[in-house]
């Protein structure tokens, strides 16, 4: 009885090993923790029409959850419910595919690093959960504030599960494409007829010798649709008080070749031209031609004069802008009361 007994022990534990071993496979694999502490931090997003617009960081991912994280945005809707595909379409936009320096020579070795590829105005970062609104679109077809606009959810996923960002709001403001600009954000309306300088600094006047103030001068920025040429430009010019043109190379101490990121500057009709990239500046990156943070480019006419007990004077009429929709522009100073001073005292 003992031995039967024995035996009986041993076979019982070799069918345990056995059938630990037989179902290995049906042991689950760990999954991955998805926590409760992922959350939007942004919850109303309101780029403006025509400028590539990209939210980093909106989404805050607490220590809980494994990473990586994948995101996407889905049903994507008006306020009244309805699908808005407007933004989920596919529309050409240019993407960088090697680094912006500066330091191009040409429009070609800029065009050349950019190329067209289609997406959908409204994007998400697949594993940061970044927001992107592309450069495309404008208010004819696209819903802008007052009104009431879009909302759309995220979906936040890994092995663990999926979670869901709800009723995050998109409220686009009317395109403008300039800056400074005139135009109100949301009605699109002019507040202004005209911009002021940013920079002017040793103006007189021609014919009072009274010193020209920065409210002296008006500043226009206009598009030429008429102007079809396949490479696009930028011209500057300035008028004087009768609203001439005045010879634009009367500022002769300007920096023509390094105050723009243009290409084949030259002087047509008392204006500077020069052939250029859009948008300008192209991003935001501070090179010779932006200012400091490298958000606007910047303009700077320049001459000497002697001036008063034969001082040398530089004179300056400078304008900081940036310009985001490609085509013919110009930029035009307008002088409202005096015409400025170039000969010496």
Known sequence: MKVVKK???????????ASCFSCK?????????????????????????????????AVNVGNS????????????????????????????????????????????????????????????????GDIMFWDFGNSNWIRTQPDSCYV??????NSGGRRYARNLRLKPYKERPYEPSQY?????????????????????????????????????VFRHYDNTAATKTLTIS??????????????????WKNMLHGFNQRFENKKAV??????????TYPTRYTTADGSRARIALKFYRLGFAGLLQE??????????EEGHWEIQFRFRKETPKFDND
Not at 197 to 216: A, H, M
Not at 275 to 282: G, Q, S, T
């Open 25 to 57: 496979s049906f042991i689950p694999e760990s999954l991955d923790a998805l926590g409760d502490d992922i959350n939007y931090m942004v919850k109303e997003f309101t780029p403006t029409l025509g400028r590539k617009t990209l939210y980093e960081k």
């Open 238 to 255: 300035v008028l004087d008080s009768m609203n001439n043109y005045i010879d634009i190379q009367k500022f002769k101490n300007t920096d």
């Open 274 to 283: 020069y052939d250029v990239a859009y948008p300008i500046p192209l991003i």
């Open 152 to 157: 759309f959810d995220v979906e936040i996923a």
């Open 184 to 220: 109100n954000y949301e009605t699109g309306l002019a507040t202004r007829a005209a911009l002021t300088p940013s920079q002017v600094s040793n103006l007189y006047g021609e014919r009072t010798g009274d010193l020209i103030f920065p409210s002296d001068i008006d500043v226009f």
């Open 65 to 128: 959850s494994t990473l990586p994280l994948e995101f996407k945005i889905i049903n994507v809707r008006t306020v009244e419910g309805d699908p808005a595909t407007e933004l989920t379409d596919k529309f050409p936009v240019k993407v960088w595919k090697a680094s912006y320096t500066g330091e191009e020579k040409s429009l070609e070795e800029i065009e050349a690093k950019r190329e067209i590829e289609y997406h959908s105005i409204l994007e998400i970062g697949k594993n940061s």
């Open 7 to 17: 035996g009986t022990f041993y076979l019982s534990i070799l069918f345990g090993l």
């Open 315 to 324: 004179c300056m009429l400078g304008f900081d802008f940036a310009i985001y």
